[in-house]
Structure formats: structure tokens, C-alpha cells
């Protein structure tokens, strides 16, 4: 063998000749390779398992403007995804893998300059181009495929069909860089290699895999779409994933390398098969399964039924829908009030797809990690005791710096390996599979997570269309879902759009829905204000029209009593909680700023006589909200659910917390204090009171819901907005920061004036539309210039035109399902921090050393900044780190933060 072709002394007896696609030199057992052959065998096996799932192949069939696909055309698009990893025939590759560090060189791009369809500069490039295109038999390939019909192909070259099917093909590591004029040194036989005889060797082999794709006339080609090629472009990066995965395809010794032949496709196909069913992407277990079930609300719920609960009116409207009769791409929405069973409804719905085979799995989004946490239980449990522990599949937590499948919670180790309590090589790894890495959380059976785990999905960033290809098999479930974030509903509308084109289904819910968002989210015509407020509620809707609930007898309407005080009362207020505490209620204070909610959590400190009355994690009081470490964040909801839980104590509690505990949370407070906020975030807030209506031991005093709510009014209001009518920075209480619709203040406020006692549900409809519909707003702006000189509409301009804008950034950085562009997915490191799902300044991560202790006395690995605590400072500057008594000192240049009990401050 030549010395310069294969430097390395571990593999010195492997042939010259032979292709190779991975290797382990240092490992435990020798060194250890796979050719290229037998990889592409692998994942091109798990490529065609993927197609053969019903779920996968209608989905991407609808995308190419098909019911279904062909067994030919799954075995032609097989045939590409085989040839993904043919740049590895070339000599720098090889001289790479075989040990010389030196060589440089990918494979991607080697081979996309050789297919691209701009020629080379001289004659002799040209010349191996086409030998390229000759051996990966283009000519033929290329008449499989058809341009859509709706792009302008001199607008778009790009679309050319075949040109978008190999770019997506070749994007499999998650994003496709611009083609470079072709390299010499790849494509020159040298030292018994030649990389043309490589490439030839591995097509014929593809050829005798799929002879089914070269069979016979072309017959009709497939339409190349754009949604289709995003889609097929998912579908590679998963393919190769579990292709490349050396648990079920593993390396082998150097004496075994050539032995396969053709014969390792048959046995990867088998392989391939059996790691779908034992990773849950084979959704025929639990298809079967949920058909078995005895239909109804017991046979669903045995747990409730046990308990004699009859099922709520939303709960029983799912039970009851024609599953088989929805249209593909339909696009469900329950709006109904807090504690209705909302999150039931979404399972029986699950059910019912699952068991009419029009689904494959679920992913359950919420507002908050700590949402998104608890319902993650609910949904473990309500599955497994329907279909039983060996049915029910695997229910992951999609929530970063969690790794948590059923009830079990892994630790990461060194070399990307994971120790789950039964073992890191047991047979549950595969049921953990997608739960081990966030790209590929969409891929799971059942994953339990936060919004911005979809929404990445839509964005110009690596790994986006494994997401976006992923979800299309699953029901969406999108909980509590409002008006008040145009940018993210923007990017969530994207995703939605995609999912529906591709005949996926969704369930939207929430209890303070307004009419404008619902018709962007639905994609349909927008009401004006008297239409809106004449929607019923609670009430499903899509289905068939709007379908009417009746009243949910377990939830008598409600009668809350709100107080208004001034926000200089707040001292006073806090007084009422320790009150409150002390005759044993348990009261949440909700701040609209963690910089609030840490001053008020001293202030009470100072104020109360007795430490147990105070909301604690490990023994420490702390306020909640969302800037803490992760490990200190998983405690602090742990703890939250424990002190105000179903199970919570008698003795009193205070907690002070922000926005995290508003929403999704099965928390239950006797007394509520908080903020002003806008309505549909107030009845939020109010769906924490009382919460547990079967309560019958409430303290003497807290029998009836009661909110005080720190309410400033109009006139001071007023004071937040600049005479160009933006709001103010500095006002306090998260007024124009948080909150930067100052109207909906004003309108909240006036509600709270008007009706100092809301009936929940009769008013939901009107305070909603009245704080959110863009009539409603332009009416009050009119109403409160008279003294303000035009103020409020000025706001009312900014308000819409801040909107407009959002919504313009959202297009700037979402994915354009009409325009397929695999450079656009080349976001990541730095870069891809630009590129985010909220709105708001580059936050900045600090890894922290190995046994860091947090907040709590346990260790914590990174820390997040904000990015307004570090105004100013290069984004350059190193932190430095050091420890304290309880807790943590961060200093960047002359910006010193502190972490501890009362999270990150300054």
C-alpha cells in the first residue's frame, strides 16, 4: 500500500482499494471500521423503514400534491438516499479516516461541487464531472422527477427538481453549503485508490438493492415541491441518524470489512425494521392498542371513571368526534376556561386518531418549561393506564437540560453517553432514543415539551427540517395559546402552515384565545369586534363550524372578587399575605419582573415573623421565575408543585413568583396578589385561584376567590408613553417592557373599575376581545385622547406598526415552504443565536466548572444572562467565576452579577 495514501499503521492491512466510510482507531477492541458500501446500505435500509411507515410516506405523498407514494417511488427516492454519503470515495476523505490528520477535506462538498450544475473551469474537471454524473446515472435519476408546475423556473433555477431532491439529500448533517470549484486532490487516483472506481462500485451496488426504482418505464414522475424537498431533507438527517447509529449498526473488526458483499442490505434491512419498532417510530403497537379500547370516557380514563368523574363537556365533545371524517390538515380549537380538562381532551383526541391510524404519535407544546414538566406526568400517566405499561409508548420531556423519559432521568456522560437508572445499554435505551438529543425531540412517540422546541422547526437554523419533517406524523398540541406574542405566533403559524399542507392535524388550546389570533393560527378570515364577541364560549371549533359546550357542572361559574390598589400598597399588601399565611391559606404573589419579584421576596422576608410560611427549595426561601440555572429551575417547579400542589399542606405558604407559574400549572392558591396585566393574561393568572374547586377545607376568610390586583389607572398610565407614542422604559411593573401594549393595560384596568366582581366564564368572550381585538383598541384610544392630546392614539400607531414589524422579522428569519434553500439552514454557533423563537436581546451562557454548586447546595453546569444585565459589555469579555457562602459571584469587565436563593441579579 502507498505510505502516502494510508499513513496510519492500524489500518495499513486494509486494501487500498476499499472505500471506507467510518472508523474507531483507539478503540477498546482494536480498530474497528465500516466501508462505504455497507454504511450507505444502513442507512439507506432506514431510509426506506422510515418510507414504509404510513405516517411518514402520506405525509410527504400530500407534499408532492399525492394521497400516497408508489412502492417505486419510495425505492427511488431510497436510491438517493444510498449515494448521501458518496463523497467519502474521495482521496482526501480517505487519507482522513485512515489516520492522516493532515488531509483535510469534508465529503459533502466535494461531491456537490462535482453535481452541481455550474461546469468546472477546465476542461479536465469537466471531463470528471461528468464521469460523477454518468456513475450516479443522472440521466435516469433526473426523469424520475418533475418540476412544480406553480414556481417560475427562471426565478427559481434552484427548483430545478433533480438539482432540490440531491441538495436536500446531501443537506443530511443538517444544512448544505454553497458548491466550490472541484478539488484536484479529491478526485485523482492515487496509491491504488481511485475514487472513480469507488464511486462506480457503490451505484452498481445501489442498482441491485432497488432494482424495483430502474424497473419498467419511468411511468409519472413525482412533483418536486418545495415542502416536499424541506420534508425529504428531515427525512435524510433521521435516516442518517439512525443509520449511523453503531448500536444497531455496528463497526467491525478489519478482518470482517469486505466479507458482507450485497448481502449487507438484506441484513440492514432487517435491522432497520427492528430498531422502528424498538425506538416507537413504528406506531402499529399502539395503533392496535388504542383500536382495542373499550371507546368511551372509561375505557380511557379507568383511573377517573374508578373515582365515579364524569367527563367534562369539552372531554366529551372529543370522545364523540368523527376522527374519521376530519379532513387532512384539519386544524382543531378548544377554547374553554382554566381546569376544564382541556389537557383530557387533547389525550382522548390522541386516542382517537391513534386508533383510526391518522396519526403516528403527539407532541404536547407549552408555554414554560415548568408547564411543561407537570403536564409531562399527566400525559405518562393517563397513557399508560389506558393502554397498559407494554403498549403505551415511551413519554419524553422536550425541555433542555432535562433528560427525562417516563419516570426515569438520565445523566449525561462523556462521548455523547447517557446512564439512565437501569443502565446505559439496557433495552429501554432505545425507548430514550429521542429524548437523548433536542433535534430530535419531534421524532418522539410522545414528547411533552415547550413551544420553542416546534417552533425551531420553522427557522433558519441546522437541524430544521429533521424537526419540521418529524412532526409532521404527530398530532400538535398547542396549549394556551394568546394574542399577546405576534413575533412567535408568526413563526408558529409557519410551522402550522407546513403541518396542514402536509395533512397533519392540530389542537389549539386556551382559555383567553382572542378572535384575531385564532383566525391567523387557523388561517381564516379575521371577525370584526361584534363577530368576535358572539363566538361562544367555551366551545370546540373546526370540527364542524363552532360547536357550543354546555356548562361543565363540575365547574359552577365563578364569582371573583378583584380589589384595586394602588402599587404603592404593595407593603400593605404583602402584610395581607402573612395574614393570610398565618390562618393558613396559601397565597401567590405574582410580580410582572423577576427584578420585582426578587424585591418583594425581601420584603416579605423582612416582614414575616415565621420562616415556614415562606415558599422554599431545599429549606431556603426563593422566589420563582425563570432565571435560575436549569438544575435550580427543575427544583424550584418540583417544589411550587409540592407547596401548592393537590397534595399541598394545610399550613400556610406564601410563594412570590413572575409569569412562570401563570399558566398550565395545577396549582391552587386561596389568595391571589399581582400585577396589572392585560385581561387574557389576568384570567391566566386567576385560573391559579381556587383552582381545586373539590377543596372543601379552605381557611376561615378565603372561601371566596379574592385578587388584589397593584393597579395603576389611566391617567398614570398615560405617563408611560413618550409623546411619539412608544412606552416608556423605566415605569415599573413591567409596564411598557413586559407589557408593551399600554391599551391593554388601560382596558384591564377599566374592566377591573367597571366589574369589581368577574364571573368566569360569562365574561372570558368580552374581556378577551375588548383587550385584544384591534377595534376594541382603536375605540378606547379615541376615547382616552381627550385629555392626552392624541396620546393614546399615537400609541395605538406604534402599537400596530411595533406589530407589523415583528411580523416582518419573523418572515425575515422563518423558513419559506414555497422556496426551497439549503444554504438558508447553514445557521449555527454564533450565528444561530441571532435566529431565535421569542423576541428579545442575545442572552449569553456561561459554562461552569464541574461541581459548581447552585442556589440549593447542588451543582449546576451553565448559567444564562440576560442580555440587559450585560448593556454595554462586549460580547467578548470571559466571565470569571467564584463561589460565595450560597451561592455564586459572576463578574464580566465591571458588571459584577450575583447567583443565589433569589436567582441571577445584579
Known sequence: MDGRFSPSAPLAD?????????ADLAG????????????CADVAASFRALLRLAGVRGRLARLAGRDDLTDQECDRLSVLAALHDAGKVTVRFQRRIRGDKTAGGGHIGPLWSMLNWNAARNAAKRQRQGIVRRSLDLATVGGWFQPDPDLDPDRYYDNEPLHMVLSAILAHHGALTEAAEPAEQDWAATGGYDPLTALADLSARVRRWFPLAFAGDVGEALTITARFTYALAGLMVWADWLGSDTAAFPLMGLAELAGWGDDRFGWSTGQAAA?????????????AGAAALPWGFAGLFPDAAAQSWQPRPLQQAMLGLDVAGLRPGATLVAEAETGSGKTEAAIALFLALLRAGRVDGMYFALPTRASAVQIHARIRDALQAALGEQVAPPVGLAVPGYLRVDGDD??????????????????LDDRRWAAAHSSRYLAGPVMVGTIDQLLLGGLQVRHAPLRSAAMLRQLLVVDECHASETYTNALLCNMLDQHRAAGGFTLLMSATLGAVARAKLTNTKRPDLAAACEVPYPCLLGAAGVVPLARDATLPAREISLERHNPAALEALVRRAISAAEAGAHVLIMRNTVRDAAATQLLLEGLCPNRDWLFQVEGRPAPHHARFAAEDRQRLDEALQKAFGGGRSEKGCIAVTTQTAEQSLDIDADLLITDLCPADVLLQRLGRLHRHRWRNNRPEGFTHPRALILSPGAAALADGIQRDGKPKRGAGSGVGTVYRNLLALAATAEALAENPVWQIPTMNRALVENITHPDALLALARRLDGGTAGLWSQHYNHIWGKSAAE?????????????WDAAKLEQEGEAATEVTTRLGDRDRRVELDAGTMGAFGHPVTALTIPAHLLRGVPLEAMPAVEAMAEGLRVRVESSILLYDRFGLRT
Request: hydrophobic share 45%; charged share 25%.
Open 28 to 39: 477498546d477492541k482494536g480498530p474497528l471500521a465500516l466501508t462505504l458500501a455497507d454504511h
Open 14 to 22: 486494509v486494501p487500498a482499494a476499499l472505500a471506507l466510510a467510518k
Open 410 to 427: 438520565g445523566v449525561r456522560l462523556p462521548g455523547h453517553r447517557i446512564a439512565w437508572p437501569d443502565g446505559d445499554a439496557g433495552r
Open 807 to 819: 411580523q416582518q422579522l419573523a418572515d425575515q428569519v422563518r423558513l419559506n415552504w414555497q422556496e
Open 275 to 287: 430498531m422502528l419498532r424498538a425506538r416507537h417510530l413504528d406506531a402499529s403497537l399502539r395503533q
